[in-house]
């Protein structure tokens, strides 16, 4: 993995929680940067270690799967992405039918559940990364997590003037990433 794919892979794995907090700054008209900083730490914090823990349970397992590791790792972010293209249709589809948002208040509880469901497929990077010795894989997780905490606060401070945009295209975009990305590892590793 070079420079330029870690941080393709940091920005697709932060546009869940940059769509997420650049929503809270639209759902809650009058959050405060307390608020919005607390959520980029959580999602930040979250992205960092759902990675962590992917990487150990698959070392365990290494030896036994060193040989289908790139297919692997290709069928993990080809679902990935598979499941942001799906979402970004589904999300597509409702907008259209709903027309309007509700407004909501952003809770502490609210950001704790919103920071695991972001970063649940990031269990998956982790196992992506296994080819990395662990002073590399967790360099890596470190600049997804650094990532995904600067570019969320930055999203929901700025919510409502790119929010909508973001909340839009963010799936697709990380779709396309997620399957380009897989597609490389499969090239790298079978060639």
Same mark, same amino acid.
């Given at each position: ?74 069928? /993990? ?6 499941? +942001?293209? &799906?979402? =970004? %249709?589904?999300?597509? #589809? !409702?907008?259209?039918? *709903? $027309? ?11 950001i ?9 497929d ?10 990395l ?11 997804i ?20 945009? /973001? ?6 975009? +990380?779709? &396309?990433? =997620? %399957?380009?990305?897989? #597609? !490389?590892?499969?090239? *790298? $590793?079978?060639?």
């Amino acid at each position: 993995m070079n420079a330029l794919d870690i941080i393709l892979v940091s920005l697709s794995m932060a546009a869940d929680a940059m769509t997420v907090n650049a929503t809270n700054g639209i759902s809650e008209k009058n959050i405060n940067i307390k608020k919005l900083l607390f959520a980029a730490l959580v999602f930040g914090i979250m992205q960092f270690l759902m990675p962590v823990i992917g990487y150990f349970i698959g070392f365990n397992f290494q030896k036994q799967l060193e040989l289908y590791i790139p297919w692997i790792a290709f069928s /993990l972010l080809l679902l990935l992405g598979i499941k +942001s293209i &799906i979402s =970004f %249709i589904r999300d597509l #589809l !409702k907008s259209k039918e *709903e $027309g309007v948002k509700e407004i909501k208040k952003v809770t502490i509880p609210t950001i704790l559940v919103e920071g695991i469901a972001t970063s649940i497929d990031a269990l998956c990077i982790g196992f992506v990364y296994l080819n990395l010795p662990l002073s590399q894989a967790m360099l890596t997780f470190g600049i997804i997590g650094i990532t995904t905490f600067v570019l969320s606060f930055i999203t929901g401070l700025t919510g409502k003037l790119i929010g909508d945009k /973001l909340e839009k295209y963010a799936s697709l975009i +990380s779709g &396309i990433i =997620f %399957i380009a990305v897989g #597609l !490389k590892i499969l090239l *790298e $590793g079978v060639l």
